[in-house]
Each structure stands twice: as structure tokens, then as C-alpha cells.
């Protein structure tokens, strides 16, 4: 199996924005790409079709510096957009003027903070019921002890919790597996749920019961490796990061109705080399591939693999293609965002 590129697009950026500092995503309905941008607060929608620029939305209220890097933001549409603020624990209603519609809730009390928390960097989102769904990363307590699962649910209309999901057995041993955050996605009524240091997903109804597990790994994945305490804290943290094999991102294709689940295989720092030496490391299984792609077929489980290849956490399909952003064709040109339109061949 391999990704076949179909086309190449091309979207215009002003001087403000960063292009490796965006999340993209896509409104099938509105035939709308966004794209969200920190600094400035802003998020551009472009006509898909044309590539033109449709509408700015600037969120002046939001001009505390501690938010810039830590907000959370899912898009209904130009005038429905969900922010959440890790700092506050707040979800806000915001409308296409940049101005707050409706205070939501408040996501996580103090007694909740104190056990687990919600990622910033994994995307949240609401379902078509009006329901979120948050990434949970365990603190304090053990995972073996605490109430939080991997996933928290949040309802739109009546503010009440509940988690969905379990914890695989190897993240009872090290509360550090949690950190790396979960990916989720919904897929016919049930919720599909990749962690990312297990072989198998899980599959939980929309009310949360676990429905059933089942393998989707692959091969070039390595065993997990726990930090060194007796390392220097910001290296043994460094060197953890960019070693170990672990499971990012999960997607939908609707063009080929796969699930497509990425592996991020890590690199082979030696023991007495810094891994902030600057040198190029090779993968974990000494060759050159960094990433690969399990394809999974819902209903009967893995298909195949991509070997080499990568999703990202904001490309997004249609029953035309996927569509990954492209960040290594030219670079340094700060004034185009590049996006590839693949299929699965």
C-alpha cells in the first residue's frame, strides 16, 4: 500500500501569519478550510474550491499571553467557534466578530486538577449531539488509582462529566505513558480510541462502553523506554521524547473508509551523545523511516501499512482524497500554505 499523490494546492497567507505555526482544518458542509493561527489571534476560512480568502475572525478579547499558546479551539463554523483556555478551564462560545456568545462551563474544578489534567495539544471536539469529547493526562495518584480515564466527556447542555475509555495494562506501571495523550475520533455512532503506547484500539459506544479491543500496530514500532531519573531532567526529557515509538494521530478516510492510524517510530540516540547535539539520528531501527501509516479496515481490522509516510494532526478527508499539509516544499516561503491531496493505492 502506498499514499499516491493526486494534487498539489495552494493557499495565500498574509505577512502575519506564521505557516508552521497554524492548525488547519476543513467545514465539509460550508466547503470552508480554516486556519488558526496564535499570534495574531485570528483564524482565516478560505473558499476550498477557489482558494481565495472567504473571512477573517479576530479574537481581540482574548489578550492574555498566558492563552496564546494554551488555547484549544474546535470551529462549527465562521460565527460558532468553541475555545477552550487550559489556564481558566473555561469553554467559551465565541462568534465570527471575535466576541464571546455564551460561557459554556467551566471544564475542570479544582478537586479535578488535582488529579488529572486536559492536553493542550491534543484537539478536542464536539459531536454532533453538542457534546466534547478532552484528552486526559493523568497527575498525582497512579493511573491504577485514579478516577479519570483516558478520554472526558463533556455535555454542552447540562455541564455533567463522565470518561470513556480504559487504561491498557502497561500504563499502570508508568504514569509517564499518559502524557502522550490519546487520539480519538467518532466513526458511525462509536468512538474510536488510539493510545499511544498500546498496540490496540478501542472501540466504546456513544454512551461510552467499551464495545471491544483489537490489534492495529505494526512491526517497525519499538519497545517502550521510561526515564532515566538519574539524568539531567531537561535532557532525560529530551532524549524520551525523541526515542520512543509511540502512536499520534488517528483519521478517518472517507474516500477509502479506512482508519488510518500514524506511528512515529523515534531515533536511535546513543546512551553517551546528547540529544541536543545537533546530529541527525537515525530511526529506532537504524534505517531512514521515522513514521508509518497502519491502515485498518473498521469492521475487520488492519489491512496494511505505509512505511515512510505521515498524517499530521490536522489533515482531514472527503470521499475525494486526504488532504496533509505540506511544511518541507519551499520552506521558507511564509506567504503560502501548502496542502497535498493523497489517496490510498
Keep these: 500500500m502506498e499514499l499516491e499523490h493526486l494534487e498539489t494546492l495552494y493557499f495565500p497567507l498574509d505577512v502575519t501569519t506564521l505557516r508552521n505555526k497554524i492548525r488547519m482544518?476543513?467545514?465539509?458542509?460550508?466547503?470552508?478550510?480554516y486556519v488558526h493561527n496564535e499570534n495574531p489571534k485570528k483564524i482565516d476560512f478560505y473558499d476550498?474550491?477557489?482558494?481565495?480568502?472567504?473571512?477573517?475572525?479576530?479574537f481581540d478579547e482574548i489578550d492574555s499571553k498566558r492563552v496564546l499558546n494554551k488555547t484549544m479551539v474546535h470551529v462549527l463554523s465562521p460565527d460558532s467557534i468553541y475555545i477552550y483556555d487550559q489556564i481558566t478551564n473555561k469553554l467559551v462560545l465565541y462568534s465570527d466578530k471575535g466576541k464571546e456568545l455564551h460561557h459554556v462551563g467551566t471544564v475542570l474544578?479544582?478537586?479535578?486538577?488535582?488529579?488529572?489534567?486536559?492536553?493542550?495539544?491534543?484537539?478536542?471536539y464536539r459531536n454532533y449531539t453538542g457534546n466534547f469529547f478532552f484528552g486526559v493526562t493523568i497527575r498525582g495518584e497512579p493511573v491504577k488509582k485514579t478516577n479519570a480515564s483516558p478520554v472526558l466527556f463533556y455535555s454542552e447542555s447540562t455541564n455533567k462529566k463522565k470518561f470513556f475509555g480504559v487504561w491498557p495494562e502497561e500504563y499502570l506501571k508508568d504514569n509517564q505513558m499518559s502524557f502522550s495523550g490519546p487520539s480519538f475520533l467518532e466513526v458511525?455512532?462509536?468512538?474510536?480510541?488510539?493510545?499511544?503506547?498500546?498496540?490496540?484500539?478501542?472501540?466504546?459506544?456513544?454512551?461510552?462502553?467499551?464495545?471491544?479491543?483489537?490489534l492495529a500496530n505494526s512491526n517497525l514500532m519499538r519497545p517502550y523506554r521510561s526515564i532515566n531519573n538519574k539524568s539531567s531532567a531537561l535532557e532525560e526529557s529530551a532524549r524520551y521524547q525523541l526515542t520512543n515509538s509511540r502512536y499520534t494521530n488517528l483519521l478517518y478516510d472517507k474516500s477509502s473508509g479506512y482508519l488510518i492510524r500514524e506511528g512515529?517510530?523515534?531515533?536511535?540516540?546513543?546512551?553517551?551523545?546528547?540529544?541536543?547535539?545537533?546530529?541527525?539520528f537515525p530511526s529506532r531501527n537504524n534505517d531512514d523511516i521515522y513514521f508509518v501509516l497502519i491502515i485498518i479496515d473498521p469492521k475487520n481490522g488492519k489491512v496494511g501499512e505505509i512505511q515512510g509516510s505521515w498524517i499530521g494532526n490536522d489533515s482531514f478527508s472527503t470521499k475525494d482524497g486526504i488532504y496533509i499539509q505540506d511544511k518541507l516544499t519551499d520552506p521558507k516561503n511564509e506567504d503560502v500554505l501548502i496542502v497535498n491531496k493523497m489517496r490510498i493505492k
Design 25 to 33: 482544518g476543513y467545514l465539509e458542509d460550508l466547503d470552508l478550510l
Design 48 to 58: 476550498f474550491s477557489d482558494k481565495t480568502l472567504f473571512q477573517t475572525v479576530e
Design 109 to 124: 474544578d479544582e478537586n479535578d486538577k488535582a488529579d488529572y489534567g486536559i492536553m493542550p495539544w491534543c484537539y478536542f
Design 264 to 280: 512515529s517510530i523515534g531515533s536511535n540516540i546513543p546512551d553517551n551523545v546528547s540529544p541536543f547535539s545537533g546530529e541527525i
Design 188 to 214: 458511525d455512532d462509536h468512538l474510536y480510541l488510539s493510545m499511544g503506547f498500546s498496540d490496540k484500539l478501542q472501540v466504546l459506544s456513544s454512551s461510552g462502553e467499551l464495545i471491544s479491543t483489537f
